[in-house]
């Protein structure tokens, strides 16, 4: 089918939520893709993040063609081979206790949200008389996004995505962003937990500063708060560690991921830590295609790649890409870990600079007033350069 009537028919049935590129994509290897009049593109977007091993890596092409070969789908109410080994390799590389398999980012923190409101309800409800219970408020950053849910618009600190949909949830507080006051004025006796991306992705590829998180990590230590770390787009080496957190070295009491974990199949996951890995029991929480065979069995792939080497190759990567944007004129300013990456700009917009490299064949995404990339992990040496010279290239046009 031709792109137009590709565009055509998308236009006219799906409903018009996205303000799409005037692309439509056909095919993609590695770290291109094409669309249906051959057009090739270099692609620093990874759908959003989520293709961590480029496009259709073969590998990951035949897990998820032999799983479907066998059994697609069996309902939550049966054990399978591919839910268990991807949970175990999860659990394996984050550290963490336990894990619940959902399908998207927003879905894994709603069900961090419940957890953590049940937890605090388990271990502080007797000291409130009947139904005065209200230690279950949840903190957020200024800036952040948690997703599209009621519960994670709510979560979600930014204003723009407050329009239209109240009456929002009870019990979420925000506080500024690296600001210590802020947070000791958030918090008080009513505080359950605490929910950060530690770089904020849709909010401008912002970073937390190490001051800032030992601060976060101090309180919920001291006063029993849980920690969330929404790993959604941080998680799964796109920041050259396993997890965003590993940086930081701290440890998240519930972490939430999604995106690159599945490699290109719709996936989220909650994973516990030792205070929250029995919360949730039978009847509390459950999600129809959660832990599904096939995309687990996709999951499972992705993350037998993630080793020592995979991660050097992130950070290495993400290095690279800082030094050339650094020396790049027409470039404000740099931030993000490994390969997630803003970049400020001096003079031009970021919508601009992005369909004129759309034009040039380089796909990049913006974030706030930067421009975001999120390239395969798997991006080579030679794609950098081929991508910064067109990005370079057209920020001096
Ligand atoms: C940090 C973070 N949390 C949650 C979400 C929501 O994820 P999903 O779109 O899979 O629901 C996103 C999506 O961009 C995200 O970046």
Redesign the pocket.
């Known amino acids: 089918m031709k792109s137009e009537r590709i565009k055509d028919l998308e236009n006219t049935y799906v409903a018009d939520t996205y303000a799409r590129y005037d692309v439509a994509l056909v095919k993609g290897l590695g770290a291109r893709c094409w669309d249906a009049e051959g057009k090739e593109y270099l692609d620093f977007t990874s759908g959003?993040?989520v293709n961590a091993l480029g496009y259709s890596d073969p590998g990951w092409v035949h897990a998820i063609e032999n799983q479907a070969s066998k059994i697609q789908h069996t309902s939550n109410l049966f054990y399978t081979e591919p839910c268990a080994l991807a949970a175990e390799k999860m659990i394996k590389l984050s550290g963490m206790c336990n894990m619940f398999f959902c399908?998207?980012?927003?879905?894994?923190?709603e069900g961090a949200i419940k957890t953590a409101r049940k937890y605090s309800l388990l271990n502080y409800g007797e000291q409130y008389p009947p139904d005065a219970f209200d230690r279950y408020e949840i903190i957020t950053l200024d800036g952040?996004?948690?997703?599209?849910?009621i519960a994670?618009i709510t979560a979600t600190g930014q204003d723009s995505f407050h329009k239209y949909f109240s009456p929002f949830l009870q019990g979420f507080r925000y506080c500024k962003a690296n600001d210590i006051n802020s947070l000791h004025e958030t918090v008080t006796e009513k505080t359950c937990a605490i929910m950060i991306?530690f770089i904020?992705?849709?909010g401008g590829v912002n970073d937390l500063t190490q001051e800032f998180v030992d601060e976060i990590a101090r309180v919920c230590r001291l006063k029993d708060i849980l920690l969330i770390a929404?790993?959604?787009?941080?998680g799964v080496a796109r920041t050259g560690e396993f997890m965003a957190y590993n940086h930081f070295d701290v440890k998240p009491d519930i972490v939430?991921a999604?995106?690159g974990m599945g490699g290109g199949l719709?996936i989220?996951g909650i994973l516990f830590g030792e205070k929250t890995k029995n919360v949730l029991g039978h009847g509390d929480h459950g999600s129809t295609f959660g832990g599904n065979p096939v995309v687990c069995a996709g999951a499972d792939y992705v993350l037998s790649k993630i080793d020592g080497d995979f991660l050097s190759h992130v950070r290495q990567s993400g290095e690279y890409f800082k030094q050339r944007l650094e020396a790049m004129d027409g470039v404000s300013g740099v931030s993000g870990i490994g390969l997630m990456i803003g970049v400020g700009l001096k003079d031009k917009t970021p919508a601009a600079v992005v369909n004129a490299c759309l034009k040039s064949g380089l796909l990049l995404l913006t974030a706030k007033d930067k421009l975001r990339l999120l390239p395969p992990l798997i991006i080579s040496r030679a794609e950098i350069d081929e991508g910064l010279d067109i990005l370079e290239k057209t920020l001096k046009e």
């Open positions: 959003i993040g399908n998207s980012g927003a879905e894994a923190n952040s996004f948690h997703g599209r849910t994670t991306e904020q992705g849709e929404d790993e959604v787009q941080t939430t999604a995106k719709p989220g």
